[in-house]
């Protein structure tokens, strides 16, 4: 598309090599030189964001919800298309470019730990739908495993529920099996207590289903306490990665050196962030980025001022403040010089 919105041409392109052969083709029979070329694009990452990238072109990654936003400006009926989308996006970065942020230069060693980090969250989420789900199932046939566990992620009770998963096989658990799935589990303390208070629980009277339904529980049982038990041992292997990848970064020591931000949750916010250091201008870009910067809703007369858990909001908000200007100094995090203000409030 030209710059007063005439269509040059139009073409679908395949993925790979030939596809991206195939657009640098089509560019250079309307563009001399690549930076004349401004593409958007609904991703900021993948193979065909970063071939882009490379080749000069000024690439815009619009989110998703916004080019929907800007489809209804256009028309309500609910229609999408391909080409319609292609034209969508070509319209937005010719004429509100300047109302959006052009892709980031993060290094790639910051786009790996974006990519584990984010890797890393989805299987603790997976973990905790599975874990629900066996909760939920627990309910209906095996309410002592419950009063016996109050975490389902815990090695103590993959373990036990793996031997017994039916109050019946759990009533019949000894001493000495329960204390052998707590050893098989890694508990080093205070086995034979907990194996004790296991055992008086999994004993008590409790609500029964029928035999039938309780064998059924039971092999879903054994089925979910498989697959957290792998996503346990896969969160903790992506884990170790994500924490050799993170502390190489040259930024990491001032990313720890912030209070409450260890390993993992300082490898999500170098992630998020990137480390370009030119993407975010003012600490007030990156706290807008960030979210905690207060939404102003302003119609007529009505004004407000919407900030979510205020407390919370506030303090983050803050924290990314001065997040931001460790990173522009290059200076790790000083108690004193951050809340230096305090101490002049108080005098």
């Known amino acids: 598309m030209e710059e007063a919105g005439q269509r040059l041409a139009a073409r679908r392109l395949p993925e790979g090599l030939s596809g991206i052969r195939g657009l640098h083709d089509l560019i250079a029979a309307y563009a001399e030189e690549p930076e004349q070329v401004v593409i958007g694009i609904d991703t900021d990452r993948g193979l065909w964001v970063s071939a882009l990238a490379a080749s000069g072109y000024q690439v815009w990654a619009i989110n998703p919800m916004a080019a929907a936003r800007y489809r209804d ?18 319209d937005l970065v010719r004429t509100d470019r300047h109302n959006h942020r052009q892709i980031a230069g ?24 599975h874990a629900n789900m066996l909760r939920s199932g627990l309910r209906e046939y095996y309410p002592a495993a419950l009063e016996a566990f109050e975490s389902l992620t815990d090695g103590d009770a993959l373990a036990v529920l793996g031997r017994a998963p ?22 080093q303390r205070n086995i034979e207590t907990r194996a004790i208070e296991i055992q008086t629980v999994l004993r008590r009277e409790h609500l029964t289903a ?18 957290i038990a792998a996503l346990n041992a896969q969160i903790e292997e992506l884990e170790a990665v994500l924490a050799d990848h993170f502390e190489k970064h040259p930024d990491a020591d001032i990313y720890r050196s912030l209070p409450g931000l260890g390993v993992v949750l300082g490898a999500r916010v170098l992630g998020e962030f990137g480390d370009d250091p030119n ?15 207060p939404l102003t809703i302003a119609s007529g007369r009505k004004r407000a001022v919407l900030a979510r858990h205020q407390a919370l909001r506030a303090l983050g908000n803050r924290l990314v403040g001065i997040l931001h200007g460790c990173l ?3 200076t790790h995090y000083d108690e004193h010089k951050a809340w230096a203000h305090r101490g002049t409030a108080a005098a």
Do not use: M
Not at 79 to 84: E, I, L
Not at 210 to 227: L, N, W
């Open 328 to 330: 522009r100094h290059h």
């Open 210 to 227: 029928p035999p039938a339904v309780a064998a059924a529980f039971g092999a879903t049982t054994t089925a979910a306490v498989h697959v």
């Open 166 to 187: 039916t109050p019946e096989q759990g009533a019949r658990l000894s001493l000495s099996k329960i204390g052998s799935a707590l050893k098989g589990a890694g508990r």
């Open 279 to 293: 993407r975010y201008s003012t600490a007030k870009c990156r706290k807008n980025y960030a979210g905690t910067s």
């Open 73 to 90: 400006r256009h028309h309500v009926s609910g229609a999408k298309s391909d080409a319609g989308d292609a034209k969508l996006l070509a």
């Open 106 to 129: 993060d290094t790639p060693d910051a786009e790996a730990i974006k990519v584990l980090a984010r890797t890393h969250q989805s299987l603790i989420w997976a973990r905790t739908r």
